[in-house]
């Protein structure tokens, strides 16, 4: 079993669409992210939930609205895609305690055209 | 500004050679320091994590160092095999277990 897992693992979209990206976690974690990996390969943190609640925002588009209907799922949904969206993303999770690792999905490619 | 450098160049090493992977910050304090590796196509993998009071800390060949008066970190891999080629990525911790910050990683290749 996955323990962190996204979906869809590719997505190709025009500019102004709206999509979702689906994550969940089997690990029973409390805390889950949303990373986003750019073409420098930077990861830079978006959201973090803990327990279904917005830790960290950072200063993300209002275009990103993260939601997570229960502790083990945090969707990503995107409004009015740019060409500038196009990045790699990940959702991950910890236990949510402090100092903790974090397991990551395998990332959606997001590319919009 | 704060910054996280990780070797720009990728780093090429015969199979059995150490790897070592070197990572700087500036205007950070972090409680703690993380190594993960990511292979393409796929999400980072925990590695290991080095807190401020610890000056390293070791997994079978993995030995990491964490020196807070120099803001570095060295991450080493000893008797290297082809198998452990990949993107090696430091993280900071800087709100204590909120959040992490990444620097780009070192490509590493091992040549056999």
């Known amino acids: 079993d996955t323990a962190v897992s996204q979906t869809p693992k590719y997505l190709v979209t025009q500019m102004g669409n709206d999509k979702s990206i689906k994550c969940e976690q089997n690990l029973g974690h409390d805390t889950m992210y949303w990373y986003k990996q750019d073409s420098k390969k930077f990861l830079k943190i978006m959201f973090s939930y803990n327990n279904k609640e917005l830790i960290i925002n950072e200063t993300v588009p209002n275009r990103f609205s993260p939601k997570s209907p229960d502790k083990a799922h945090l969707n990503l949904h995107i409004n009015s895609l740019e060409l500038g969206d196009s990045a790699v993303y990940f959702c991950?999770?910890?236990?949510?305690?402090?100092?903790?690792?974090?397991?990551f999905g395998s990332g959606t490619q997001l590319s919009v055209l | 500004s704060q910054k996280i450098e990780q070797n720009s160049e990728a780093l090429n090493i015969q199979e059995g050679k150490t790897a070592t992977l070197t990572c700087n910050y500036t205007?950070?304090?972090?409680?703690?320091l993380q190594w993960y590796r990511q292979d393409p196509g796929r999400g980072p993998v925990f590695l290991l994590l080095?807190?401020?009071?610890?000056k390293e800390k070791r997994k079978e060949r993995l030995k990491v160092t964490f020196d807070t008066t120099l803001k570095q970190s060295l991450f080493h891999i000893t008797a290297s095999q082809p198998a452990d080629s990949a993107t090696y990525l430091c993280?900071?911790?800087?709100?204590?277990?909120?959040?992490?910050?990444f620097g780009a990683g070192t490509i590493l290749r091992v040549k056999s």
């Open positions: 993280a900071l911790d800087i709100s204590y277990g909120n959040k992490l910050v």
């Open positions: 080095i807190r401020e009071n610890e």
């Open positions: 205007n950070y304090s972090p409680a703690y």
């Open positions: 991950a999770s910890s236990l949510g305690t402090g100092d903790e690792k974090l397991f």
